[in-house]
């Protein structure tokens, strides 16, 4: 089993999980292990080498919906695409939705994702009404904001180590259809993104940002297009358009190398804002390609070859995020590694519901890096960036953060582990909290 970032493949015992009555004593039957739903985790948060994992994608059942209300139980293997697909015809739609629909419900709010429109919805917790919990032991728990709410913070961004999600209780928005008014911006040099990221609030609903790492000066200093960028902004456009088909394309195999590397880093980079240039300005478009980029290319983590790649996704308080992530960027910049797609967006001012929820208040930057030679010593010189200036990085996403990193950044981690099951476990929280 595998995770999407594709840095190991390693034996599990695979528990399939398909009617919610019998979960309780699969648990009991099983040796410890975590819940694993559709595996678009990019590190080791769903992996349990050498042990069990539970998986949930059978766990997919709607149970009830409420149409005057927007208010939908459903178990925890729905995939946020699918509830997607029935409900916006109905007029409504999940208030929050990650960079990809191919997530479930239950990893959703384990990890507490965040999308575009943080500053104005929050994380998917904060629309998160109830969730029912089977702990190892056979004692099922029922928690939401109003009811026994310490089980509830430790569970949504709890990286699926308080029990096993099986249902949950959302709360739709009202959304009046597919449709998005957006805009692409051009922009060269990190002031002219916060900028435009300020001037986008709260106007725009979705605000994300491509930044070219190649491009050197990030901080906008090197004249031309050094720290080139295009912003995105698009909020919900009541207007009927033609019928939208998806165009899909595929990545059906792996490269026996990278196809990301130092030689194609800066010639991609260069391709991806050349093709972007047509798309300046404002137009109409239909909300999955825009919150969903990659999800057009299937398998597109493939791309990075038989040896997988990294994501490193990082939060930096606001006060000093231009300094910070302009060091971030020239660190990288100097590595000669780098990202086709280096995403940054500033998050909103409020904070998550969960314990260990990785958003706050600040700005975060994502990075993809091929796995090889190197690699980590670029990122013990971003670690200590991101340290100094407060921030932390993103459990979801993350393979290699070392402990103390860990224990700095979330420091309600003391909370949280009251409530841990200890016939729960992960290749991650062993690497993070010792078991």
């Not at 699969?26 to 590190?43: E, M, T, V």
């Not at 940002?209 to 200093?221: E, F, L, N, Y």
């Not at 706050?360 to 690699?375: E, I, K, R």
């Amino acid at each position: 089993m595998s995770s999407w970032g594709r840095l190991s493949a390693l034996p599990h015992d695979v528990v399939e999980l398909s009617d919610r009555a019998t979960v309780a004593a699969a648990l009991a039957r099983s040796r410890p292990g975590i819940a694993y739903g559709l595996g678009r985790s990019y590190g080791d948060v769903c992996l349990n080498p050498g042990g069990t994992l539970w998986r949930t994608a059978g766990l997919d059942r709607l149970i009830h919906f409420d149409a005057s209300t927007g208010r939908l139980i459903c178990e925890a293997g729905v995939v946020l695409r699918d509830i997607q697909n029935l409900f916006l015809p109905r007029g409504w739609g999940l208030a929050v939705l990650p960079g990809t629909q191919l997530v479930t419900v239950g990893g959703a709010i384990a990890n507490d994702v965040h999308g575009k429109n943080h500053h104005g919805s929050g994380t998917f917790g904060d629309h998160v009404l109830s969730i029912r919990l089977q702990r190892s032991d056979g004692e099922e728990i029922v928690c939401g904001p109003a009811e026994r709410p310490d089980w509830f913070a430790a569970t949504v961004g709890g990286l699926g180590l308080t029990g096993l999600i099986v249902e949950a209780e959302l709360q739709l928005r009202r959304v009046p259809g597919p449709w998005l008014e957006a805009e692409t911006i051009a922009y060269a040099g990190l002031d002219a993104f916060f900028r435009l990221s300020d001037e986008s609030h709260p106007a725009w609903e979705h605000t994300v940002s491509w930044i070219d790492c190649t491009s050197g000066g990030a901080g906008g200093d090197a004249g031309g297009d050094a720290g080139r960028g295009l912003f995105l902004r698009a909020r919900p456009a009541a207007v009927q358009q033609g019928a939208w088909r998806a165009r899909r394309l595929a990545m059906p195999v792996s490269p026996p190398i990278s196809l990301i590397n130092r030689l194609t880093l800066k010639p991609i980079n260069q391709l991806y804002w050349w093709l972007n240039q047509r798309h300046l300005g404002p137009r109409i478009v239909h909300y999955q390609p825009f919150l969903f980029p990659l999800d057009a290319i299937a398998g597109w983590n493939r791309a990075y070859g038989p040896a997988g790649f990294y994501q490193y996704q990082c939060v930096v308080p606001r006060e000093n995020a231009p300094a910070v992530i302009a060091s971030l960027l020239a660190e990288i910049g100097r590595s000669g590694a780098g990202s086709v797609l280096a995403v940054l967006k500033t998050f909103g001012e409020r904070w998550p519901p969960g314990l260990l929820s990785f958003p706050q208040p600040g700005t975060t930057l994502a990075l993809d890096f091929h796995n090889h030679a190197g690699v980590e010593a670029l990122f013990e010189r971003l670690d200590a960036l991101v340290v100094a200036a407060g921030g932390r990085l993103y459990p979801a996403k993350d393979a290699r953060m070392p402990r103390a990193m860990f224990e700095a950044g979330y420091p309600r981690l003391g909370e949280f582990v009251r409530y841990r099951d200890p016939g729960i476990s992960s290749a991650m929280s062993r690497r993070l909290m010792g078991g």
